[in-house]
């Protein structure tokens, strides 16, 4: 097997794809997806999201400093890829998507009742990268459905939620579980 050399615009795949919400008050409540946010931080928690500066939410997101981060489905693959691709000054996304806004509790910005997690999050810094802002946001609040809370061990049961990811222009359910962290170096019994 050898390597070759590839477009430098290609990127490590896959990544979350996320609705991002925005949003003083319900009024200017705005979905948009995200591909690039990641986790930075554990303690404190921390997070990410990169946001073009010509997308409506930009400019809200400038003013309120704050976001949520929605984990979306298999279910929810049509939804988020619409509010992606749609511009909320041009429509309702709510109304368009049926996607359903829930009032966050540490943050002005909604949560998204159809999603299996949220993570409420405040900007402590915007970095102006090139074609995207960085948003580098600490975690105030996580909301899970508790659907996806496994009763035996208390833990959000990614398998069962349904998770999708983006890669190269495409969604993809996410596949079955490989192993649990340590399993490589694990005694066995």
């Given at each position: 097997?050898?390597?070759?050399?590839?477009?430098?615009?290609?990127?490590?795949?896959?990544?979350?794809?996320?609705?991002?919400?925005?949003?003083?008050?319900?009024?200017?409540?705005?979905?948009?997806?995200?591909?690039?946010?990641?986790?930075?931080?554990?303690?404190?928690?921390?997070?990410?999201?990169?946001?073009?500066?010509?997308?409506?939410?930009?400019?809200?997101?400038?003013?309120?400093?704050?976001?949520?981060?929605?984990?979306?489905?298999?279910?929810?693959?049509?939804?988020?890829?619409?509010?992606?691709?749609?511009?909320?000054?041009?429509?309702?996304?709510?109304a368009e998507t049926g996607l359903i806004p829930l009032p966050g509790e540490k943050v002005?910005?909604?949560?998204?009742?159809?999603?299996?997690?949220?993570?409420?999050?405040?900007?402590?810094?915007?970095?102006?990268?090139?074609?995207?802002?960085?948003?580098?946001?600490?975690?105030?609040?996580?909301?899970?459905?508790?659907?996806?809370?496994?009763?035996?061990?208390?833990?959000?049961?990614?398998?069962?939620?349904?998770?999708?990811?983006?890669?190269?222009?495409?969604?993809?359910?996410?596949?079955?579980?490989?192993?649990?962290?340590?399993?490589?170096?694990?005694?066995?019994?």
């Amino acid at each position: 097997m050898s390597k070759v050399s590839w477009r430098p615009g290609t990127m490590i795949y896959p990544v979350p794809a996320v609705i991002v919400t925005v949003g003083a008050d319900p009024a200017e409540w705005n979905p948009l997806t995200i591909a690039w946010t990641g986790t930075v931080c554990s303690d404190p928690a921390m997070c990410y999201i990169s946001v073009r500066e010509e997308r409506h939410s930009f400019p809200i997101l400038m003013r309120t400093m704050e976001f949520t981060i929605n984990l979306t489905t298999a279910e929810m693959a049509r939804a988020t890829d619409w509010v992606g691709v749609r511009s909320g000054q041009d429509y309702d996304k709510w109304a368009e998507t049926g996607l359903i806004p829930l009032p966050g509790e540490k943050v002005a910005s909604p949560t998204i009742e159809q999603s299996p997690l949220s993570i409420e999050c405040r900007v402590k810094s915007v970095t102006k990268l090139g074609s995207h802002h960085l948003f580098l946001a600490e975690v105030l609040n996580v909301r899970a459905d508790d659907r996806w809370i496994d009763p035996a061990t208390g833990k959000f049961d990614l398998e069962a939620a349904g998770l999708m990811a983006y890669a190269h222009g495409q969604y993809h359910a996410l596949g079955e579980l490989l192993g649990t962290f340590g399993f490589s170096v694990r005694k066995k019994k």
